[in-house]
Nanobody, 129 residues
Framework: QVQLVESGGGSVQPGGSLRLSCAVS????????TAWFRQAPGKEREGVAVISASGRSTYYADSAKDRFTISQGNTKNSVILQMNSLSADDTAMYSCAASIRLPEKPLPAVLLESFYAYWGHGTHVTVSS
């Protein structure tokens, strides 16, 4: 089993930044990919950013490219999502997810909700003036 706990959400003004953290525990040696997803009110959950277990590979949704950065945290078994230039469209519940699977090709699999078996409870991000 793998457990994930998110932190760092909150309210920020448009143009601002937030740093989300995901603490991964349990059988972490089995994790191949860790991802951030988000779900805005009335919308489907979408994959935002993904990092491989080695940290060498990262993948981003078009909406996150050039603004968001996913990385391994300084704390062992943590994953960070640095979000810059935030807008109201980024308002959502952000959730961390982990997968123990290895796809034949990373994309588009690693950005799909169905690829992940383990999920955190999420952290709210509100972007508003």
């Amino acid at each position: 089993q793998v457990q994930l706990v998110e932190s760092g959400g909150g309210s920020v003004q448009p143009g601002g930044s937030l740093r989300l953290s995901c603490a991964v525990s349990g059988y972490t040696a089995s994790v191949r990919y860790t991802a951030w997803f988000r779900q805005a009110p009335g919308k489907e959950r979408e994959g935002v950013a993904v990092i491989s277990a080695s940290g060498r590979s990262t993948y981003y949704a078009d909406s996150a490219k050039d603004r968001f950065t996913i990385s391994q945290g300084n704390t062992k078994n943590s994953v960070i999502l640095q979000m810059n230039s935030l807008s109201a469209d980024d308002t959502a519940m952000y959730s961390c997810a982990a997968s123990i699977r290895l796809p034949e090709k990373p994309l588009p699999a690693v950005l799909l909700e169905s690829f992940y078996a383990y999920w955190g409870h999420g952290t709210h991000v509100t972007v508003s003036s």
